[in-house]
């Protein structure tokens, strides 16, 4: 079976202070050693038809949106092509309740945007109660 070939892009984050940003290489998988793994990829309102959900996911204004965006027209398309040739599709759920929020980068967010800790954030129901 031929080689899966890919154009990838990944943040580089050395040397320290000087960091080189975004950079960009291809890829060169097995496809018999490659699946596809969408990480925390769920909830309604992402498909036609279906009601946009009350709250806005992570209670970020405008984030439904984006994330319609890019399941619709990135992820979709993704899960479509993998399909397609083959490979096994494993989902992934990023249990955060389960990881330390004060060395998570989910945690850094919290703190930044809205003053909470990560243990502070499961325990209210929407921003207004913070």
Do not use: C, K
Request: hydrophobic share 35%.
């Amino acid at each position: 079976m031929p080689d899966l070939v890919l154009p990838a892009r990944f943040y580089d984050l050395l040397p320290v202070g000087h960091q080189r940003g975004h950079r960009e290489e291809t890829l060169t998988l097995p496809v018999e050693r490659t699946a596809f793994l969408p990480i925390d990829v769920y909830g309604l309102g992402y498909s036609e038809g279906e009601p946009r959900p009350e709250r806005e996911p992570l209670w970020f204004p405008g984030s439904f949106e984006l994330q319609r965006t890019l399941l619709r027209e990135r992820i979709a398309p993704s899960l479509q092509a993998a399909r397609r040739i083959g490979l096994p599709v494993i989902y992934a759920n990023n249990s955060n309740p389960g990881v330390r929020g004060d060395r998570s980068e989910f945690g850094a967010v919290l703190r930044r945007t809205h003053g909470l800790t990560d243990d502070e954030r499961w325990r209210h129901e929407s921003p207004e109660e913070f």
